[in-house]
């Protein structure tokens, strides 16, 4: 088992009580746990408060654009296979402005962990309806409450059969942490959609509510079960299962249509410079 202490103590500029502070720890509590040293990892995310969790750990990071956390994450892993690679950005930046993002890796299945913190809301700039926000809830910004429905993370992921898929909360630290090192661990695209409060712009999804309704999924669950796993994932009210969703690894991943990944980092080969010039001979 490695160290929590080798990925470092960070002062955060996030608001005390935000969970993203859990969060934090749970990440560090699955690498350890996994025996991922940090120069193993690289982290990408795009923009937000979420997105700046990264920031606050002693790894490899790439902090892109608003909503492009998985492209970077899908280049850095077929680059070198070697790493262990996580996406990390909120509802926002991974189902709104990376909408599109989200459906591409599920659909080619590379090998990176998507950590999606889902407040529901946009924290980063103070507070408008995120693609998560429920149907009313009102905000400075949608004064007279959000029009649009609720986007369901679980239930499209699931529909496409992701492999892995699995819904955590923030209050429930070491369980969560449990998930996410299940996570890095699956053979292909891997979805953790973690509920957490924003403490600060959402008086509606408050750390009490999600208390009060996250409920472990019990061993009467079976993930492989796609079609239990369907209704599990469009449960959201009074009761909102945490758990693993849908697990299946017979899908292969997008790596595994190109064998020359097989062979290590695409930066190991040493063709030497006399197959190097011959090569840039035919170009001349």
Excluded at 114 to 131: E, F
């Amino acid at each position: 088992m490695g160290s929590i202490e080798a990925y470092g103590e960070f002062d955060t500029a996030w608001c005390p009580g935000c969970g993203n502070h859990s969060i934090l720890q749970a990440v560090k509590m699955a690498l350890a746990q996994s025996d991922i040293a940090p120069h193993e990892v690289v982290f990408a995310s795009g923009i937000g408060q979420a997105a700046k969790a990264p920031h606050y750990l002693r790894a490899n990071v790439f902090n892109g654009l608003h909503g492009r956390a998985l492209p970077a994450a899908t280049g850095i892993k077929l680059a070198n296979p070697e790493l262990t690679v996580i996406a990390e950005s909120g509802d926002g930046c991974n189902y709104g402005e990376g909408g599109n993002h989200f459906l591409a890796a599920i659909r080619r299945n590379v090998n990176i962990t998507l950590l999606a913190h889902d407040n529901q809301i946009y924290g980063l700039t103070k507070g408008q309806a995120s693609p998560t926000t429920e149907t009313g809830h009102t905000t400075k910004a949608q004064p007279g409450g959000a029009p649009s429905a609720p986007f369901n993370p679980l239930a499209v992921a699931v529909s496409m059969e992701a492999g892995f898929v699995a819904r955590g909360f923030s209050g429930e630290q070491e369980h969560l942490a449990d998930l996410i090192q299940q996570a890095i661990a699956h053979p292909g695209f891997a979805l953790v959609d973690i509920l957490q409060p924003c403490v600060s712009f959402n008086t509606a999804n408050t750390y009490g509510w999600y208390k009060k309704r996250c409920t472990k999924l019990t061993a009467d669950h079976d993930p492989t079960d796609w079609a239990q796993a369907m209704q599990i994932a469009r449960q959201w009210g009074e009761t909102i299962p945490i758990g693993l969703v849908y697990h299946a690894t017979d899908r292969p991943t997008f790596e595994d249509h190109f064998p020359v990944l097989s062979k290590g980092p695409l930066s190991h080969p040493n063709p030497g410079q006399t197959t190097v010039r011959d090569l840039l001979a035919t170009f001349a």
